[in-house]
């Protein structure tokens, strides 16, 4: 199956459905963290019509995340949130079978849709959680892989909310966007 993951440079969804044979490559404006030759660096528009049999896209947050709901007002001012929900519909309704659209709680929601499912890395045997929307086409909701919900509210809270509290840097998006391996291995069983 060919598969395009979206808007990733860290190529671990990438890699998830390479080992289990799929020709899989990803795409983003960024260089592949991992060097892979099975990455194209550029804008996706440019290569959303070959053909494809699975997008996973993970469009960027920044204007759309309700945790900085802060900032919205001047966001929808300068027309910062309406571009990247335009970006968001264009790869919702991009011509690919099967779509997977990630993000966080974020105007998605409400501007364009409820997400067909909400995860947290507990249940994929991360003891973290930060929970991640799914809008999905011709796409089954992700199941359970190894849920540690109880050992991880047991954490206290700067650890299970580990990426919350990175301190500011100019790395903190990157280690903010990078999906959890269990996500991404579970991801690549069920949908590959």
């Not at 019509?49 to 996973?56: C, E, P, S, V």
């Not at 469009?59 to 900085?68: E, I």
Request: charged share 25%; with cysteine; proline share 7%.
């Amino acid at each position: 199956m060919r598969v395009l993951v979206a808007c990733e440079y860290s190529g671990r969804v990438r890699e998830a459905f390479r080992k289990r044979g799929h020709d899989a490559w990803s795409c983003d404006l960024l260089p592949s963290e991992d060097n892979s030759p099975n990455h194209f660096v550029g804008d996706i528009r440019e290569i959303l019509n070959k053909r494809w049999d699975l997008m996973i896209a993970h469009p960027p947050c920044t204007d759309l995340a309700v945790s900085g709901a802060a900032w919205f007002k001047e966001k929808i001012a300068d027309g910062r949130q309406q571009m990247a929900l335009d970006f968001v519909r264009l790869l919702m309704c991009a011509p690919i079978k099967r779509i997977a659209v990630e993000n966080p709680i974020s105007a998605i929601s409400s501007e364009i849709r409820k997400p067909d499912q909400i995860i947290q890395p507990w249940m994929f045997g991360h003891k973290e959680t930060k929970a991640t929307c799914l809008w999905l086409k011709n796409l089954p909701k992700l199941n359970e892989v190894n849920n540690v919900k109880e050992a991880t509210m047991a954490l206290p809270k700067n650890i299970r909310q580990r990426l919350y509290y990175l301190p500011p840097g100019p790395n903190r998006w990157k280690e903010r966007s990078r999906t959890y391996q269990g996500i991404a291995d579970a991801m690549s069983e069920q949908w590959g």
